[in-house]
């Protein structure tokens, strides 16, 4: 993800995977604007070209606009 860390509009990413190999990452963009260009980048279609060929059975892409967040995170624990 390093090559998308220095795109303009890059906000985050979140990663997870199971021990299979299945997952899911999802990045996250200012604006449709920014995530055009990433899907437009010249390195970043190489990569997506190789995924295809070499990585991936298949794999899905979405688009989604965050409305609003919320989070849980427990409270710490005293021993």
């Known amino acids: 993800?390093?090559?998308?860390?220095?795109?303009?509009?890059?906000?985050?990413?979140?990663?997870?995977?199971?021990?299979?190999?299945?997952?899911?990452?999802?990045?996250?963009?200012?604006?449709?604007?920014?995530?055009?260009n990433w899907k437009i980048h010249t390195e970043h279609q190489s990569a997506k070209e190789k995924g295809k060929s070499v990585w991936y059975e298949a794999y899905a892409v979405r688009v989604t606009k965050v409305e609003t967040q919320r989070l849980f995170q427990p409270k710490e624990t005293k021993n």
Request: no cysteine.
């Open 1 to 36: 993800m390093l090559l998308a860390e220095n795109q303009p509009g890059f906000l985050g990413v979140e990663s997870v995977r199971e021990n299979n190999g299945n997952g899911i990452t999802v990045s996250y963009w200012d604006s449709l604007e920014a995530i055009q």
